[in-house]
């Protein structure tokens, strides 16, 4: 059958009655399709994207799933993202917090009180401040 189609297999790299095989981050087995657990301990383990390159990275590895639930997930994040959010007024003195986070092309923060937000600020870095 494989050489039908012109495909060809080294008899030393084969392997012959698996009760399951790993392929592309799948268990695949006489159950079904499960994810593989070396994807799911990854996953586990992993902490929270401080950069840019970290969550490319994280969203490469967690790959891209369609379906339904995705999509409504996918749709809440654009509204969210998109949506003007309110904002807090500063009461006294204390209590705030300042969250920041810079790139090689800009940089940013939010400044927080009683976990609401009371201003964002963002901008480029101009070029004599990259590095």
Known sequence: MLR?????????????W???VAFLG???????????????????????PKSVTEIRSFLGLTGYYRS???????TE????????????????HIGYEVYSDASHVGLGCVLMQHKKVITYASRQLKEHERN
């Open 4 to 16: 039908e189609h012109k495909l060809y297999a080294k008899l030393s790299n084969c392997e012959f």
């Open 68 to 74: 339904d639930k995705c999509e409504i997930s996918f």
């Open 77 to 92: 994040l654009k509204k969210r993202l998109t949506t003007a959010p309110i904002l807090a007024v500063p009461s006294g």
């Open 26 to 48: 799948h268990v695949v087995s006489a159950e079904g399709i499960s994810v593989d657990p070396k994807k799911i301990e990854a996953v586990m383990s992993w902490t929270r």
């Open 18 to 20: 698996l009760e399951e």
